[in-house]
């Protein structure tokens, strides 16, 4: 055997093990994931699939036929517990499995609530798995109460669909505000009246204090002392790396698997993608929590394996579903010192944020054309005035030519 192995099986593996056969790899290729599933999009967990609106065929990313047609070897519910890199096999259970080249792509851990206050309670729920979705669907019955704990996407999309089902709905975020760590405050106000508009009780600047019961979730208490009646809880409070077994296998680790440019961790036979590698970027080695980041990093590294000497060069998008907006976010903000708001017409809006006259990212609500033009803007490295942005009779599309 021997030949590519790969550890997880999620977004990036599948297409980092789709893109060598399309590239010509003939070698042996071998996808290994924790969870009995299909390699599946996680997206759609927060939002089509846990409002009951998608079937979970619709969630693989590839047909099981496809792996046997393209000789894939694909050892779903099999977890890899250790590397020996002197060896150059991969340990899973009482398997070793042989490699020449071994990718990880193991994503990322929900952080949890600590059990000394409720996190371990019958009725508590991470959204990262389908199982934890499977797990959680039953109780989102109209009428029953949840207490979302954290305001950023995942925990803002499982409001939405919370509320549109009919449950009474109530978000804590101990920041500030909503998307504080991803936002402007004027797109955290925008989705803010939004939820609230749907009847949601959000509470910003307050934490959770504790989860009341016995054996299941009963209440909750927040930090002001407020005490509510809670039937169940969802926790979004953000993701850690997995970079457990990297960083036992004594693979450099900085903020996530540290790999170089061209993908390849400090063991040159061992490459990551996803969620769990960051590369170097501007400012130190960086980590992005997107499909997109896990598609073109997958693309890199396969290519990269094949021979072909590639850097990466990130470009972030991501999406998010609320209600009827779709929000799609092309670029990075942090750095921003100003918010350049563009009403677009019939509910399209956007937001702009620049860095002086520099174009950074921007946040495009109901407004794809925006979203479209504003990302090969930011790709071609191009910066519009922020008074063309601003004014509504500027001919978006114009902006790419100047
Ligand atoms: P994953 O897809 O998480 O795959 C990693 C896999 O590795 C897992 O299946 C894990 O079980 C397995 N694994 C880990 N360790 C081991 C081991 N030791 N042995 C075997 N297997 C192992 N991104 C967007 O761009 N837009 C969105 O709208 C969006 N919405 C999201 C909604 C939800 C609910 C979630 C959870 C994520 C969302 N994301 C979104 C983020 C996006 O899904 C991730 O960035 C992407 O899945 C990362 O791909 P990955 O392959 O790195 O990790």
Redesign the pocket.
Known sequence: MAGVVV?????????LVARLRSKGYEGDVTL????PAL?Y???????AYLLGDMELERLYLRPESYYAEQDITLRTG????GIDRSGKTVI?GDELIAYDKLVL????H?RRLPAAIGGALDGVFE???LAD?DAMAPRFTEGAKVLIVGGG??GL?AAAVASKLGLEVTLVEAADRILQRVASPETSAYFRALHMGHGVDLREGVGLARIIGETAVTGAELADGTMLDVDFVIVGVG?LP?S??AESAGLDIENGIKVNAQGQTSDPHIWA?????SFPGAAGQMR???????IDM?ELVADNIMGAGRSYEAKP?????QYDIKLQIAGLSTGYDRVVVRNGGSGALSHWYFAGDRLLALDAMNDSRAYMVGKRLIEGGKSPSPEAVADPETDLKALLKA
Do not use: H
């Open positions: 550890v997880g099986a999620g977004q990036a593996a599948a297409t290994i994931g924790e969870e390699p999009q996680r997206p759609p967990l927060s939002k099999l977890r890899v517990d899973a792509c193991t994503g990322s929900p959204v990262r798995t979705v996407y995942i999309e993701i997995a457990g077994l993608a996803g969620d769990c590698a992005l929590e997107s499909v997109g980041n896990a997958a998008w991501f999406w998010s579903d």
